[in-house]
């Protein structure tokens, strides 16, 4: 039997004008985003929807903006009838895979991803720390070449996208050297990211540490649909395993390809990208082709989503 997971897209896809379109033709939409704007204190729906792009790019702006997209998308396809089998979220999007799958409340979520956001940004003074996407990366000689280019910093894979494109994470000066070797030991490319700061690699410790307090005084309820998490690539069904899957993947790397192989694994051939962007379609593409997909987070995507779910 056919089975459908939702999948829920993390920082890098947001855009100014995001979620505009889906608030204007869609009710319950919209009162996703009125329920944003009262629960963090400000209005995020008019970030989301006119920018400005500096201020949308602030990583405590980012992660509750793309949250409200993702939920406000997730709603409507409730309205209309669409139910996931299993949910997945990269990185930040994994709190809004854990409010779709009934663990986490919406405003909880918010308050949680607004500080998470804030604690990474103060985790690592600014230019210290660097990302970059490594392309078609010699993975059998990954380990080794990492450790060398430490030299006494850290450098460490933050994402496993696909199997042709790696994030690397850490010092500055320890990712330039690793991104150089990865080069010369056959990566096709090595492409400095636009990041304010250095995600999942141990420099995030001291958010990790923050963010754990705020975790531990949220109620997280057992899942109502499976979610298969970042840092394990598991099955999370029970709310304690969902809330320490979030605190573990603040240092640790998003293991994407891993967990889109666990859903086809588990039967799943259609995934749905709710929310900003179609970062994790194409990347599925690459994973496993067999899988089809479609995006769903704005009203014009309608005809394409209905054309796989129905």
Not at 32 to 43: N, P
Request: one cysteine or more.
């Amino acid at each position: 039997m056919s089975q459908t997971a939702f999948l829920f897209p993390g920082q890098g896809s947001q855009a100014a004008g995001m979620g505009k379109a889906l608030a204007g033709a869609f009710p319950a939409a919209r009162s996703v985003f009125e329920q944003a704007d009262d629960a963090l204190g400000f209005s995020i729906s008019a970030l989301c929807f006119e920018g400005p792009d500096d201020r949308l790019r602030l990583t405590e702006n980012t992660q509750p903006a793309l949250l409200a997209v993702s939920i406000a998308a997730f709603r409507v396809l409730s309205e209309l009838g669409y139910r996931p089998a299993f949910v997945a979220g990269h990185s930040l999007g994994e709190y809004s895979a854990l409010v779709a799958a009934g663990s986490l409340d919406f405003s909880d979520a918010l308050r949680l991803v607004r500080n998470r956001g804030r604690y990474m940004q103060q985790a690592v003074p600014p230019g210290a720390g660097a990302m970059a996407a490594i392309l078609m990366p010699p993975l059998d000689k990954l380990d080794s070449i990492l450790a060398e280019a430490a030299q006494g910093e850290i450098v460490s894979a933050a994402n496993f996208n696909s199997p042709g494109q790696l994030v690397i994470a850490g010092h500055a000066g320890a990712v330039a050297r690793a991104s150089e070797a990865l080069k010369a030991a056959g990566a096709k490319r090595a492409v400095p990211l636009p990041v304010s700061a250095p995600f999942h690699c141990a420099l995030m410790t001291p958010a990790q540490q923050q963010l754990k307090a705020d975790l531990d005084a949220t109620t997280f309820r057992d899942l109502s649909v499976p979610l298969i998490n970042n840092v394990h690539a598991a099955r999370v069904t029970a709310g304690a395993d969902a809330r320490q899957g979030l605190y573990l993947q603040v240092p640790g790397a998003v293991r994407w390809t891993d967990s889109m192989r666990a859903l086809a694994g588990a039967g799943v051939s259609r995934a749905v990208e709710v929310g900003a962007g179609a970062v994790l379609c194409g990347l599925m593409k690459q994973i496993d082709p067999n899988v089809r997909t479609a995006k769903f987070g704005d009203p014009a995507d309608l005809e394409k989503l209905r054309e796989l779910l129905d």
